[in-house]
């Protein structure tokens, strides 16, 4: 399953490793992709593994807010 989440805080090459590190390891997200000029986190992953609510939550976990 892939999906598209706008996301707001990112500013810096540290946003962006800090969200792909910590959504790329959560079990069965196979790639993650941030955009920081869109402000956009594209997150390939199994459903069947992981939900989009835990991706969300481990996103704002890092101290960042789904839009």
Known sequence: ???TLKVQGMS???CVNS???SVGNLTGV???KVDLGSSE???EFDSQKT???QIKETIEEQGY???
Request: hydrophobic letters at 40%; proline letters at 0%.
């Open 41 to 43: 986190v594209s997150v």
């Open 65 to 67: 807010d789904i839009v």
């Open 12 to 14: 810096c090459n540290h």
């Open 51 to 53: 939900t989009l609510d």
């Open 1 to 3: 399953m892939k999906d």
């Open 19 to 21: 969200i792909e590190t």
């Open 30 to 32: 196979s790639s993650v």
